[in-house]
């Protein structure tokens, strides 16, 4: 996967305007936290969409 140079030195200079002051290192972690994290509700729609996909797999294969 290519990534975008441009793109990547935005990010690390947004992240580390959002890192600047006292508390650099609490803020670098709730950054860092916050874009690994993923929405519940994200979650539960793609298990939706896999599980609906399994089911029309079984019902393709037993028919």
């Known amino acids: 996967m290519k990534t975008d ?3 990547q030195a935005k990010t690390v200079s947004e992240l ?3 890192c600047e002051g006292q508390n650099q290192f609490e803020n670098f972690d709730r950054a860092f936290r916050a874009s690994l ?3 519940k509700v ?3 729609k793609e298990e939706a ?3 609906r996909a399994r089911a029309r797999k079984r019902a393709k ?3």
Request: net charge positive.
């Open 5 to 7: 140079p441009d793109l």
């Open 16 to 18: 580390s305007a959002r």
């Open 37 to 39: 994290t993923v929405p």
């Open 42 to 44: 994200a979650l539960l």
């Open 49 to 51: 969409r896999i599980k």
């Open 61 to 63: 294969k037993a028919s």
